[in-house]
């Protein structure tokens, strides 16, 4: 994995699964799925440091306003450690550049959240994942820019298959990682060293 280049550091696109990075730009990584996920872009930052992340993948809805392949942009990422918030002119550029998208908050738990653990989160949050906001504290501790963007796999009353296993919802999976990737390669080229992005990060010195 390399974040350089001749144009200067790029955006890192990280996921938990390399499915949810199928179609998303390079250079990009996957972490694995919670808590670890942490651990594992703090090695990987060691290594590299890019300009900044752009953190995308999967998630349940906590609305039934949320369908399948619906897209979230998170504005806070949040456990019950606390809250992170992800840097509100990025978020406010990328909700320009992508009309159409949800804008709100992702909680992030311990386990893959049933119909009923969906629904209560539902009252804070937008959608729930496993990384978000290990992976928002380990960026903002850096100071390094990031967004996070999460693709609805499972409606809020939906029930995830037993042990992750999502052949049953190829079809789901395939339409959530375009999406995101699609997403992504727009964000990341907005984002680009010296693309006037209207925040000031990303251009040439």
Same mark, same amino acid.
């Given at each position: 994995? @390399?974040?350089? %280049?001749? *144009?200067?550091?790029?955006?890192?696109?990280? *996921?938990?699964?390399?499915? &949810? !990075? *199928?179609?998303?730009?390079r250079p990009r990584v996957a972490l694995g799925m919670g808590a670890a996920a942490g651990r594992r872009l703090a090695s990987a930052l060691d290594a590299v440091r890019p300009a900044g992340a752009l953190v995308i993948g999967f998630s349940g809805g906590a609305r039934a306003s949320l369908g399948v392949g619906d897209l979230v942009l998170v504005d806070r990422a949040c456990?019950?450690?606390?809250e992170s918030a992800c840097p509100p002119a990025l978020v406010a550029d990328a909700a320009r550049r992508l009309p159409g998208l949800r804008v709100g908050p992702a909680m992030t738990v311990g386990e893959i959240a049933g119909p009923e653990g969906k629904a209560r989160h539902g009252l804070d949050a937008l959608v729930v994942d496993l990384e978000s906001a290990h992976?928002?504290? &380990?960026?903002a501790s850096r100071g390094i820019p990031f967004l996070i963007v999460r693709a609805v796999l499972d409606p809020v009353w939906d029930e995830v298959p037993s042990g992750l296993r999502l052949?049953?919802?190829? %079809? $789901?999976?395939? !339409?959530?990682?375009?999406? !995101?990737? @699609?997403?992504? $390669?727009?964000?990341? $080229?907005?984002?680009?060293?010296? @693309?006037?992005n209207g925040t000031g990060i990303g251009r040439a010195p």
């Open positions: 994995m @390399s974040a350089g %280049g001749p *144009a200067g550091p790029r955006w890192l696109t990280v *996921a938990a699964l390399r499915t &949810e !990075l *199928a179609f998303a730009p456990d019950a450690q606390g992976l928002a504290r &380990e960026l052949a049953p919802w190829a %079809g $789901r999976a395939v !339409l959530c990682a375009r999406r !995101l990737g @699609s997403a992504a $390669r727009r964000l990341t $080229r907005q984002l680009a060293p010296g @693309s006037d």
